[in-house]
């Protein structure tokens, strides 16, 4: 028996992991996994709200978010992988001009 | 009192994979963390009475997503990168400090504000069943799945479609350097 707060609690931990690796880190691959870190926390509370109301609703959303998430990362890595030709760097800084 | 241990280990692994992810200077070793935080989670699903959800966290998330994730880093070759300098100085001083705002106005609410919330019991052996949330997903929510398949569908697409840009541009300036 364990409060859902624990479980909500946790999930903010992880969360909060993962949005001050996106802020912290200057590789742009590990600012996406810190992205995928968020999804996956706020997949944790979806998870944990679904068991203590006993709807399958919230896992339904959770199957939704991890599809979204498949898609952003083919499109993100396909993205990253095209910057890294023109830049030769996956430094976030090496992106900061809007010349074309 | 089984399912508190349970939640206090997984928890204590995940929170330690995801500070690995955040301190990793590698980024392979950044991505081997992130599976771990992945494998972690779908125990806590697991005892959640997630199973369904439990396993494609493991085929999609620490197999499909975090393969390519791999696949990328090591395809650049960019596993490390100089973290130190950066044209912001005051950059990541700020970012912890909003970081620890960010978990005290959230642990503010989880413990102050939102009291009412309930206990995690062990789940009914019925609960969840993959039948169960077939049955939810083909009624209630037909329309999302099939529109996530559209998205899968453009998304696919646009990944295709930016690399073959890539590829032409490059073509066409080795045909003007060689002419």
Known sequence: MVPTSFYVFLAALLFTIGAVT???????????????????AANLAFVAFARQFGDVAGQLFVFFVITVAAAEVAVGLALIVTIFHTKHSVDIDAISDLKG | MSLMLLFMLMGAVALAAAMGLLLARNAVYAALFLVLNMLALAVLFLSLGAPFLAMVQITVYAGAVMVLFLFVVMLLGAEVLPEEGGPIPWQKPLAFVLGGVLIGSLSWLIFV??????????????????QELAMHLFQRYLLPFEVTSVLLLVAMLGA??????????????QESQGS
């Open chain 1, 22 to 40: 996106v802020l912290v880190r200057r590789n742009t691959l590990i600012i996406y996994m810190g992205i995928e870190l968020m999804l996956n």
């Open chain 2, 160 to 173: 295709l479609v930016m690399v073959q840009v890539e590829r032409r541009r490059r073509a066409r300036q």
């Open chain 2, 113 to 130: 504000e939102a009291t009412g919330m309930g206990r995690i019991l062990p789940p009914p052996a019925d609960y969840a069943s993959p």
